[in-house]
């Protein structure tokens, strides 16, 4: 009996082995997006090269981003909750490592499971520094069409004795202005000094929407940590909202900076809710050897993180990723978050302007880049098509007119006279990229007229050699018979009289005649072969060398366009966004570059 009990137990650490090994794939962990460097000036060291897979991965080209960051005061339980999520997303969302559901049914996995992920901790000291990316990026697939990749993001606890106000701005604004879900994390009560985290959400929004009937951000989530207080408000996301609106109402007993930032911080975002937790228990507070196991933590904590995981994360509760309005992709996402780290790269907060120029700046270039895509696309496709000089206009006019109707498609923000000013610019650099592989092609177009005008004349020679052929085999066929009539005839001469003997002379003579003939067309007969084997050989290599020159015309286009971007000094704002047609690679991608 004893040895069963034992045997079970082992079973039973056997699998909560396994479930752990499970809940989070291995290949998967944190990246540093970017950190905050110590010394005299904070400067921020930015982690392009680290992330840069997790936005040009092929598997998410044409998704949707959508991006949660968790953003708060240093040990507060950002990172753990950030943990539990991971497992949430895991059971629920395939991944680009991962393509199958774990824990699907169960996604808190194994009572006691060591806790995974973003490194974490109890205690008072610092665990997660700067911004911290998860290297595995979630893919969901709805039914109607869209298909969007979920990035989770993790941020240093702000208000710490190594942290400047500047660093606490900074870290906040950056995660505010990735994120298209900002979950800022709190405890016990919303305080008048922690408003101080949106200074700068509402300084921006004050000026983004200036001229715009819209917000800034998108959603911001306040999630109240060991909320003391459920028998006046409940927890959840109902009592958390009652409290949350009771909190920004506006009094006249309110000082003008404490309207002001109420008054902003409905503008500042799309969306803003609150959620009220319950305290996790001692252990998980306390006890520097907890390991994270769910069965530690209070009953309340653990439905609470239930019903907040499906608030947030349910398909019909993610929000995708936009900039003014327009929904990004992953890549544009990268060129925007180089932008932003680019404008706080100071010790000094950026300007809310200068921020909102050079992102309207970026957002331009990338539709620009799109609609250059579009006919540098339709270029590729129809190059190898042209036969004269006329076709090469008509596909200009013909490639220009999608591209420019795709650029007035888009929706766009700025003033008209902005909008404007890059129609122009995309007009530029399109008719300057033309006037590159007009005169390209249409070099091409004469000498291929040269090169189908020697083919055409070899395939006539062949031609002629083949009638001259026919005849002489006929003219050979024709002695032949003659010169057997003519045998035939002398074999049944006589030379019995004198007469007979001077008719058998003439078939003898008729005959050497006749062979002589058939000598004259067996030689003919082989001349005129041997001249239609060498015209047929001719024929194809004329053939053999204008198929290669059809298969080396887009490269060559290509490579002067590559050296008119290097001449011109063009860079490539969107890395590889562009996705062009396979068969004309070269041509494509170097006239690509003309855009920057």
């Known amino acids: 009996m004893k040895f069963v009990i034992l045997f079970a137990k082992f079973l039973v650490l056997i699998f909560s082995i396994t479930k752990c090994d499970a809940s989070i794939p291995s290949v998967a962990s944190p990246v540093q997006l970017l950190n905050l460097s110590n010394g005299t000036k904070s400067d921020i060291v930015y982690n392009e090269e680290a992330v840069r897979n997790l936005f040009l991965d092929p598997k998410l080209e044409g998704r949707?981003?959508?991006?949660?960051?968790?953003?708060?005061?240093?040990?507060?339980?950002?990172?753990?909750?950030?943990?539990?999520?991971?497992?949430?997303?895991?059971?629920?969302?395939?991944?680009?490592?991962?393509?199958?559901?774990?824990?699907?049914?169960?996604?808190?996995?194994?009572?006691?499971?060591?806790?995974?992920?973003?490194?974490?901790?109890?205690?008072?000291?610092?665990?997660?520094?700067?911004?911290?990316?998860?290297?595995?990026?979630?893919?969901y697939d709805s039914n109607d069409g869209e298909k969007l990749a979920i990035y989770l993001m993790d941020t240093q606890g702000l208000f710490d004795h190594k942290s400047s106000s500047t660093d606490n701005s900074r870290i906040f604004s950056l995660s505010t202005m990735i994120s298209s879900t900002q979950i800022l994390n709190l405890l016990n009560i919303i305080q008048e000094n922690q408003l101080q985290y949106l200074q700068f959400a509402t300084e921006y929004a004050r000026y983004a929407t200036a001229d715009e009937e819209k917000s800034a951000f998108q959603n911001l989530l306040i999630l109240i940590r060991d909320w003391n207080s459920p028998e006046e408000y409940k927890y959840g996301i109902r009592g958390g909202n009652a409290y949350l609106n009771n909190f920004l109402e506006i009094h006249d007993y309110q000082t003008k900076e404490l309207q002001s930032v109420r008054r902003y911080l409905r503008s500042s975002f799309e969306k803003i809710n609150c959620f009220l937790m319950a305290h996790p228990g001692k252990?998980?507070?306390?006890?520097?050897?907890?390991?994270?196991?769910?069965?530690?933590?209070?009953?309340?904590?653990?439905?609470?993180?239930?019903?907040?995981?499906?608030?947030?994360?349910?398909?019909?509760?993610?929000?995708?990723?936009?900039?003014?309005?327009?929904?990004?992709?992953?890549?544009?996402?990268?060129?925007?978050?180089?932008?932003?780290?680019?404008?706080?790269?100071?010790?000094?907060?950026?300007?809310?302007?200068?921020?909102?120029?050079?992102?309207?700046?970026?957002?331009?270039?990338?539709?620009?880049?799109?609609?250059?895509?579009?006919?540098?696309?339709?270029?590729?496709?129809?190059?190898?098509?042209?036969?004269?000089?006329?076709?090469?206009?008509?596909?200009?006019?013909?490639?220009?007119?999608?591209?420019?109707?795709y650029f007035n498609s888009k929706k766009k923000f700025g003033s008209y006279s902005e909008g404007l000013n890059f129609k122009k610019e995309l007009i530029k650099t399109i008719d300057k990229a033309y006037e590159q592989w007009k005169s390209i092609s249409i070099n091409h177009i004469r000498t291929l007229q040269q090169q189908r005008q020697k083919t055409n004349q070899k395939e006539k020679e062949v031609k002629e050699a083949e009638t001259a052929r026919f005849q002489a085999k006929s003219e050979l066929e024709a002695a032949t018979t003659k010169a057997e009539e003519a045998k035939k005839d002398l074999e049944q001469a006589r030379y019995d009289t004198e007469e007979a003997r001077r008719q058998a002379e003439e078939l003898r003579l008729k005959s050497i005649e006749a062979e002589k003939e058939r000598a004259v067309a067996i030689a003919k007969e082989k001349e005129t072969r041997e001249w239609l084997e060498r015209m047929t050989k001719d024929k194809e290599f004329f053939e053999q060398q204008l198929n290669e020159y059809k298969a080396n015309a887009s490269q060559n286009v290509g490579s002067t366009l590559g050296n008119f971007q290097q001449e011109n000094g063009f860079s490539r704002v969107?890395?590889?966004?562009?996705?062009?047609?396979?068969?004309?690679?070269?041509?494509?991608?170097?006239?690509?570059?003309?855009?920057?």
């Open 574 to 596: 969107l890395g590889n966004i562009s996705r062009f047609f396979t068969a004309a690679a070269p041509f494509v991608s170097l006239l690509g570059g003309l855009f920057g």
């Open 64 to 139: 949707n981003v959508v991006v949660f960051s968790i953003v708060g005061a240093f040990r507060k339980g950002k990172s753990f909750l950030m943990n539990y999520i991971l497992r949430y997303m895991y059971a629920n969302y395939k991944s680009v490592s991962n393509s199958q559901l774990i824990n699907h049914e169960n996604w808190l996995g194994d009572e006691n499971e060591s806790l995974e992920g973003f490194d974490w901790k109890a205690g008072t000291k610092r665990v997660t520094s700067g911004l911290i990316l998860w290297s595995d990026v979630f893919l």
């Open 283 to 405: 252990t998980v507070a306390r006890d520097s050897s907890y390991n994270g196991s769910w069965s530690q933590i209070d009953e309340d904590f653990v439905h609470g993180m239930q019903d907040l995981f499906e608030f947030l994360f349910s398909p019909r509760k993610l929000t995708t990723k936009k900039v003014n309005g327009v929904a990004v992709e992953p890549a544009e996402l990268l060129v925007f978050i180089n932008s932003y780290v680019e404008n706080f790269k100071s010790d000094e907060m950026p300007e809310a302007t200068n921020i909102y120029e050079s992102t309207l700046e970026k957002q331009f270039r990338i539709l620009l880049g799109k609609s250059v895509d579009v006919y540098i696309t339709s270029v590729a496709s129809h190059n190898a098509e042209l036969l004269s000089e006329e076709d090469v206009d008509a596909l200009h006019v013909s490639a220009k007119s999608p591209a420019m109707e």
